[in-house]
Protein backbone atom coordinates (compact mmCIF):
# COMPACT_ATOMS: atom_id res chain seq x y z
CA UNK A 1 0.00 0.00 0.00
CA UNK A 2 1.05 3.24 -0.60
CA UNK A 3 2.52 5.13 2.35
CA UNK A 4 3.93 8.36 3.44
CA UNK A 5 6.51 9.29 5.92
CA UNK A 6 7.64 12.40 7.60
CA UNK A 7 10.57 13.62 9.11
CA UNK A 8 12.41 16.39 10.55
CA UNK A 9 9.76 18.64 12.27
CA UNK A 10 10.33 19.88 16.19
CA UNK A 11 10.51 22.51 17.98
CA UNK A 12 13.04 25.66 17.13
CA UNK A 13 13.56 29.34 17.32
CA UNK A 14 12.21 32.50 15.32
CA UNK A 15 14.72 33.06 12.84
CA UNK A 16 16.17 29.04 12.76
CA UNK A 17 15.45 26.35 10.09
CA UNK A 18 13.93 23.23 9.42
CA UNK A 19 14.20 20.75 6.94
CA UNK A 20 11.23 18.30 6.54
CA UNK A 21 11.51 15.03 4.77
CA UNK A 22 8.62 12.63 3.37
CA UNK A 23 9.59 9.34 2.05
CA UNK A 24 6.96 7.78 -0.52
CA UNK A 25 6.32 3.90 -0.95
CA UNK A 26 4.05 2.33 -2.73
CA UNK A 27 3.79 4.21 -5.90
CA UNK A 28 5.12 5.45 -8.90
CA UNK A 29 6.74 8.69 -7.67
CA UNK A 30 7.64 10.07 -10.64
CA UNK A 31 3.90 10.19 -11.72
CA UNK A 32 2.66 12.71 -8.48
CA UNK A 33 3.24 15.88 -7.96
CA UNK A 34 3.86 16.13 -4.42
CA UNK A 35 2.33 19.30 -2.25
CA UNK A 36 3.12 20.08 1.66
CA UNK A 37 0.33 21.13 3.85
CA UNK A 38 -0.17 22.37 7.29
CA UNK A 39 -2.71 22.63 9.99
CA UNK A 40 -2.47 24.92 12.85
CA UNK A 41 -4.88 24.60 15.83
CA UNK A 42 -7.82 26.10 15.30
CA UNK A 43 -6.97 26.94 11.20
CA UNK A 44 -8.20 25.70 7.95
CA UNK A 45 -5.41 23.17 6.07
CA UNK A 46 -3.48 25.39 3.98
CA UNK A 47 -1.31 23.83 1.20
CA UNK A 48 2.23 25.88 1.34
CA UNK A 49 3.93 24.18 -1.26
CA UNK A 50 3.67 21.85 -4.59
CA UNK A 51 5.97 20.41 -6.92
CA UNK A 52 5.53 18.58 -9.93
CA UNK A 53 7.74 15.10 -11.23
CA UNK A 54 10.32 17.38 -13.05
CA UNK A 55 10.61 19.62 -10.23
CA UNK A 56 10.07 22.68 -12.51
CA UNK A 57 7.96 26.13 -10.94
CA UNK A 58 7.12 24.97 -8.00
CA UNK A 59 4.15 26.34 -6.03
CA UNK A 60 4.32 28.39 -2.99
CA UNK A 61 1.91 30.17 -0.66
CA UNK A 62 2.25 33.64 -0.19
CA UNK A 63 2.90 32.72 3.16
CA UNK A 64 5.96 31.31 2.91
CA UNK A 65 7.32 32.54 -0.22
CA UNK A 66 11.03 33.27 -0.46
CA UNK A 67 11.46 30.99 3.00
CA UNK A 68 10.66 28.25 2.06
CA UNK A 69 12.13 25.74 -0.65
CA UNK A 70 10.34 22.83 -2.07
CA UNK A 71 12.44 19.34 -3.34
CA UNK A 72 12.09 16.05 -4.10
CA UNK A 73 14.77 13.59 -5.10
CA UNK A 74 12.96 10.64 -7.53
CA UNK A 75 15.62 8.18 -7.40
CA UNK A 76 14.86 8.32 -2.99
CA UNK A 77 11.10 8.61 -3.77
CA UNK A 78 11.73 11.78 -1.85
CA UNK A 79 10.43 15.20 -1.09
CA UNK A 80 11.71 18.04 0.96
CA UNK A 81 10.96 20.87 2.57
CA UNK A 82 13.49 23.53 3.78
CA UNK A 83 12.15 26.32 5.49
CA UNK A 84 14.46 29.19 6.54
CA UNK A 85 13.85 32.27 8.44
CA UNK A 86 11.13 30.25 10.57
CA UNK A 87 8.08 32.36 12.45
CA UNK A 88 6.36 31.67 15.47
CA UNK A 89 3.28 31.77 13.11
CA UNK A 90 5.04 29.36 10.67
CA UNK A 91 4.02 26.68 14.20
CA UNK A 92 1.70 23.79 12.75
CA UNK A 93 1.43 20.52 11.84
CA UNK A 94 3.08 19.82 8.50
CA UNK A 95 1.92 16.96 6.14
CA UNK A 96 2.71 15.57 2.82
CA UNK A 97 0.59 14.38 0.22
CA UNK A 98 0.32 13.56 -3.10
CA UNK A 99 -1.41 13.62 -6.36
CA UNK A 100 -1.84 12.46 -9.85
CA UNK A 101 -0.39 15.01 -12.04
CA UNK A 102 -3.39 14.27 -13.80
CA UNK A 103 -5.71 15.08 -11.09
CA UNK A 104 -6.37 18.07 -8.75
CA UNK A 105 -6.97 15.88 -5.98
CA UNK A 106 -4.38 14.60 -3.36
CA UNK A 107 -5.55 11.36 -2.82
CA UNK A 108 -2.47 9.94 -0.59
CA UNK A 109 -1.22 11.66 3.05
CA UNK A 110 1.11 11.67 5.86
CA UNK A 111 0.65 11.01 9.26
CA UNK A 112 2.32 14.84 9.84
CA UNK A 113 5.20 16.22 11.84
CA UNK A 114 4.42 18.80 14.11
CA UNK A 115 6.61 22.21 13.70
CA UNK A 116 7.22 24.47 16.48
CA UNK A 117 8.79 28.18 16.40
CA UNK A 118 9.23 30.02 19.74
CA UNK A 119 9.83 33.85 19.57
Known amino acids: QVQLAESGGGSVQAGDSLRLSCAASGLTFSMYTMGWFRQAPGKERELVAAIGWSGGMPYYSDSVKGRFTISRDNAKNTVYLQMNSLKPEDTAVYSC????????????WGQGTQVTVSS
Open 97 to 108: AARLTSSITYKY
